[in-house]
């Protein structure tokens, strides 16, 4: 089972260059989340979707964009690069939200430095 | 505003004692929480999910525990490995909105 993929797993930017990180997952779930992480500092909300066309912010979403076009995809737009966007960045998918249906699974995280 | 708590931020145990690790919320309306594991440079891995409704899950040598009323959950591995050592990782799922908060963290390091 592919489960949650996410490509690249490393990337080195420039400052101000762009870059979309993809996210797809392949359980027919509805629920889709982009955080990041940052050592010693936890899991930070950057977007999530709860289905195709929906999409709403999380804690940190300044400098980042979202589209969900289906259901099994949701990347991440990181629009001119900043030292401050070196990060960790994990996708993750659940099919809702209550009782088991919210258990939340995780793809492998895509490192981005910003040089 | 919802904030998880784990403490301690590190232990370290000898191979094949019982521990805990501790989870602390401060909002008690929530849909569940999960137990996470993250290995150096990977991904969470889920190993516990509980509903609200209820007061322990067990899978294997784990088993954690909910008491939302105190705002807090354990989790219990018996018999610890080195295999056992990675990050542990709570998040707490919210009544009325889609997201979670996760807590930051105990890494565990089991000494052989």
């Known amino acids: 089972n592919a489960g949650v993929t996410q490509t690249p797993k490393f990337r080195i930017l420039k400052i101000g260059q762009s870059m979309t990180l993809q996210c797809a997952q392949d359980m027919n779930h509805n629920y889709m989340y982009w955080y990041r992480q940052d050592p010693g500092m936890g899991l930070k909300l950057i977007y999530y979707s709860v289905g195709a066309g929906i999409t709403d912010k999380g804690e940190v979403p300044n400098g980042y964009n979202v589209s969900r076009s289906t259901t099994e995809d949701f990347p991440l737009r990181l629009e001119l690069a900043a030292p401050s966007q070196t990060s960790v960045y994990f996708c993750?998918?659940?099919?809702?939200?209550?009782?088991?249906?919210?258990?939340?699974?995780f793809g492998e995280g895509s490192r981005l430095t910003v040089l | 505003k919802q904030e998880v708590t784990q403490i301690p931020a590190a232990l370290s145990v000898p191979e094949g004692e019982n521990l805990v690790l501790n989870c602390s919320f401060t909002d008690s309306a929530i849909y569940n929480l999960q137990w996470f594991r993250q290995d150096p440079g990977k991904g969470l891995t889920s190993l516990l999910l509980i509903q609200s409704s209820q007061r322990e899950q067990t899978s294997g040598r784990l088993n954690a525990s909910l008491d939302k009323s105190s705002g807090r959950s354990t989790l219990y591995i018996a018999a610890s490995q080195p295999g056992d050592s990675a990050t542990y990782l709570c998040a707490v799922r919210h009544f009325g909105n889609e997201k979670l908060t996760f807590g930051t963290g105990t890494r565990l390091t089991i000494i052989p």
């Open positions: 993750a998918s659940s099919y809702a939200s209550g009782g088991t249906t919210g258990e939340l699974f």
